[in-house]
């Protein structure tokens, strides 16, 4: 069995990735996501392991020292970070996991597995971002403004993804991406366990 | 418009690549296929230009000494060869041209131009290509083990290919291949255009 993918989906907030992620994942349940490791305090209802891996924040520092982590990011006065461990075991049991994640957290990834397939996802105009940004209706000029410089600036890092797949439609963005993850399959340099057994068994018919 | 792709696909004889590839033609008209240049003569009802291009050996030959071919091969006493300019006129406009070529000839456009889709069809076993090419029935025992010698030497060449294809069932193998082929149109080197486009409008946005 070869190892799983490690998918890394970024894209603009107003792209509209979140949908389209969680499209994938409904026509592709078998698709893992990471469990993500905090220093906050669990809510009602949330388990250890399922949800969140919770640690104090003397822990994660500590986590990070021994570069324990994919990624990690401050938000709010808490931390969180992909545990490298968790995804690199899921990996080598041939699951596929996915990681939705903002540019600043797949730059981090990548640096530290670059077999991973980072996948940017735009809007077919920077007009239609905008229009989508609009439509929320919760945004100031001021903000409104700043969230399309940072998806402008975003821009100038795209050659660190290896694909562009452009949300035209949902359905086609996430057609786009089930092809990836089945191409991604076929790429040669994942495949060298059913090279290894052809010439095994060439070798068995004495060629 | 970006440029279409060219897809080189390979694989021993009995891998089953020339009913992947019709098949894959019949659900994929678009996908169109290079006109070969050779020195054999017409035979009824081809057309030049169409069925082939007609050219006299004198005339292959020059073509050969002015580097016009992506790949040519010499074959029971005629030359036949892809022709650059035709493959990448077709490509420019955006169309896909598919080559399904033997191993040399794909070698050969590898070095002229890495920017094809080089794609490598295989039994699911070594065995499953011995029963193949035995249910022919026209094998002799040497010409079996010729052929099946062929195969296995041709995988040691296999890292000039971008995709390892296993034609486990039909429908299968041309779903990966279609799924290559969306999959490469979403490459970030293949998206130019699109990033050139995204980057304008920003700065026409005062960004």
């Keep these: 069995m070869e190892d799983g993918l490690l998918l890394v989906v970024s894209g603009p907030s107003g792209a509209g990735k979140s949908t389209v992620c969680a499209q994938l994942r409904t026509e592709m349940p078998e698709l893992g996501l990471s469990v993500s490791v905090t220093t906050r305090s669990p809510r009602a ?5 399922i949800n969140y891996f919770f640690r104090t924040a003397e822990q994660f520092a500590q986590m990070q020292a021994n570069d324990e982590f ?15 461990q968790y995804v690199f075991d899921q990996i080598a049991q041939g699951k596929d996991i996915l990681l939705e994640i903002e540019m600043q957290g797949a730059l981090q990834v990548k640096r530290r597995f670059d077999r991973g397939v980072f996948i940017f996802v735009v809007p077919p105009t920077l007009s239609d971002l905008k229009h989508r940004i609009l439509k929320r209706g919760s945004e100031t000029p001021e903000s409104l403004m700043r969230r399309f410089s ?25 057609e786009r991406i089930r092809s990836i993850i089945v191409a991604e399959k076929c790429r040669m340099d994942r495949n060298a366990r059913l090279r290894r057994r052809l010439l095994d068994e060439g070798a068995d018919n004495g060629v």
């Design 45 to 49: 209802g949330e388990e250890e392991g």
């Design 70 to 84: 994919l990624e990690s990011a401050h938000v709010y006065g808490n931390s969180y970070g992909t545990p490298k």
């Design 150 to 174: 940072s998806a402008y600036n975003e821009l100038s890092y795209l050659d660190e993804y290896h694909y562009l797949v452009v949300n035209d439609s949902v359905d086609l963005a996430v």
